[in-house]
């Protein structure tokens, strides 16, 4: 059985686990558009639920999920993030009720976490997150079927899931091109392992983010310049996602949301919780999306990429030099045009800088 606390720790693990394998997962982000932030966004996605857990004590397992699901969806980032709190969203609404979970209920709430995923993206892609998830559901549900206990179903999902990254290559030609497996593919892997560390009783992995721990046999400069290189003309060239806070009055249908979304971009995910829309699409008219999710409500947590300057920072961030190099002169030329230096206290607010892309931090307080 899986308990409430083990649910718990599971999660920080996975944050931890996928936090240090962030920089690897970014360098394989190719679809849907090679910008390289899938390892950052699910990392930070699953880094909120991993930190409002963790103040959890003698919850049920379902109580837990339901907070790690609430979590995820005010905290995604990104096309992964977002799929990864609608995985979890399922799976928060098959726990619910539960103290502790056996293996059937485990293998009914990953069912519902995938169909959940499938049904909220506007053009379901095979060869992504989704196609690991849906395998290793699928798994969770024979393991299940033969009357296995929790721990078994979970394993039997993670190994299912392994498999199915190796297979997205042959699925999604973007990638067989590009000589990698799906960014949120591993990203999910990679979390699905840092929980099943808990359960099977090796503890919560260690957070060693920054140091060198290559999940690829590729070299990690490699690794960065198959974004750099990554073929294809991104066509909508802004990431735009926030919350709606629903006005309780208004009633506008969140599914004309999402028509109108999809009419002028992509990867459109609009998820309508009970006080709170998520939103998530790829555009080329950003203020144009602002302007008609206003008229659901009020706006937060607004974020807005040029995903067109991300793929072009990427090749600042290649190096194209071998990895021995003659000895480096005193003044060096800066690996990109613009960095970004921020100066805070503590560590709490300097790795939230880092999450958020600053090169360096200095630390520092009021002065």
């Known amino acids: 059985m899986i308990t409430g606390s083990m649910l718990r720790d599971a999660v920080v693990s996975a944050s931890h686990h996928i936090n240090n394998h962030r920089g690897d997962v970014d360098a394989l982000n190719v679809f849907p558009v090679p910008d390289g932030d899938?390892?950052?966004?699910?990392?930070?996605?699953?880094?909120?639920?991993?930190?409002?857990?963790?103040?959890?004590?003698?919850?049920?397992?379902?109580?837990?999920?339901?907070?790690?699901?609430?979590?995820?969806?005010?905290?995604?980032?990104?096309?992964?993030?977002?799929?990864?709190?609608?995985?979890?969203?399922?799976?928060?609404?098959?726990?619910?009720?539960?103290?502790?979970?056996?293996?059937?209920?485990?293998?009914?709430?990953?069912?519902?976490?995938?169909?959940?995923?499938?049904?909220a993206v506007m053009k379901?892609?095979?060869?992504?997150?989704?196609t690991v998830a849906r395998l290793a559901?699928?798994?969770?549900?024979?393991?299940?079927?033969?009357?296995a206990d929790a721990i078994a179903v979970f394993n039997a999902a993670c190994e299912s899931a392994a498999k199915a990254l190796a297979t997205t290559p042959e699925l999604l030609p973007v990638l067989k091109k590009a000589g990698v497996v799906d960014a949120g593919g591993q990203g999910f892997v990679l979390i699905l392992e840092g929980m099943r560390s808990v359960f099977n009783g090796s503890g919560i992995i260690d957070s060693t983010a920054g140091e060198a721990s290559p999940i690829t046999a590729q070299h990690h400069g490699e690794r960065k310049e198959i974004v750099a290189n990554a073929d294809g003309?991104?066509?909508?060239?802004?990431?735009?996602?926030?919350?709606?806070?629903?006005?309780?009055?208004?009633?506008?249908?969140?599914?004309?949301?999402?028509?109108?979304?999809?009419?002028?971009?992509?990867?459109?995910?609009?998820?309508?919780?009970?006080?709170?829309?998520?939103?998530?699409?790829?555009?080329?008219?950003?203020?144009?999306?602002?302007?008609?999710?206003?008229?659901?409500?009020?706006?937060?947590?607004?974020?807005?990429?040029?995903?067109?300057?991300?793929?072009?920072?990427?090749?600042?961030?290649?190096?194209?030099?071998?990895?021995?190099?003659?000895?480096?002169?005193?003044?060096?030329?800066?690996?990109?045009?613009?960095?970004?230096?921020?100066?805070?206290?503590?560590q709490g607010l300097k790795e939230l800088f880092l999450e958020l892309g600053a090169d360096q931090v200095v630390s520092g307080g009021q002065t």
Request: include cysteine; proline fraction near 5%; aromatic fraction near 4%.
């Open 38 to 119: 899938t390892g950052t966004n699910m990392s930070m996605t699953i880094g909120a639920a991993a930190r409002e857990v963790s103040r959890m004590e003698n919850a049920g397992a379902g109580e837990v999920a339901a907070a790690v699901a609430s979590a995820l969806l005010r905290g995604a980032r990104g096309n992964s993030g977002v799929i990864l709190s609608l995985i979890f969203r399922g799976v928060s609404k098959g726990l619910k009720g539960c103290r502790e979970v056996d293996g059937v209920a485990l293998a009914n709430a990953l069912q519902i976490g995938v169909e959940m995923a499938y049904g």
């Open 124 to 130: 379901p892609t095979e060869g992504t997150i989704l």
């Open 137 to 147: 559901s699928e798994s969770a549900k024979r393991t299940a079927n033969t009357g």
């Open 233 to 346: 003309e991104i066509e909508f060239g802004y990431c735009s996602e926030f919350l709606i806070h629903k006005d309780p009055h208004s009633t506008r249908d969140p599914v004309r949301l999402r028509a109108y979304l999809e009419s002028i971009g992509d990867c459109v995910v609009v998820v309508d919780d009970d006080t709170i829309i998520k939103v998530h699409v790829h555009s080329n008219e950003p203020g144009n999306v602002i302007q008609e999710a206003l008229k659901y409500g009020p706006l937060v947590n607004i974020k807005i990429d040029n995903m067109r300057q991300q793929h072009t920072n990427a090749a600042f961030d290649s190096p194209n030099e071998p990895e021995t190099q003659p000895e480096a002169p005193a003044v060096q030329e800066p690996a990109k045009p613009f960095g970004f230096v921020a100066v805070a206290a503590g």
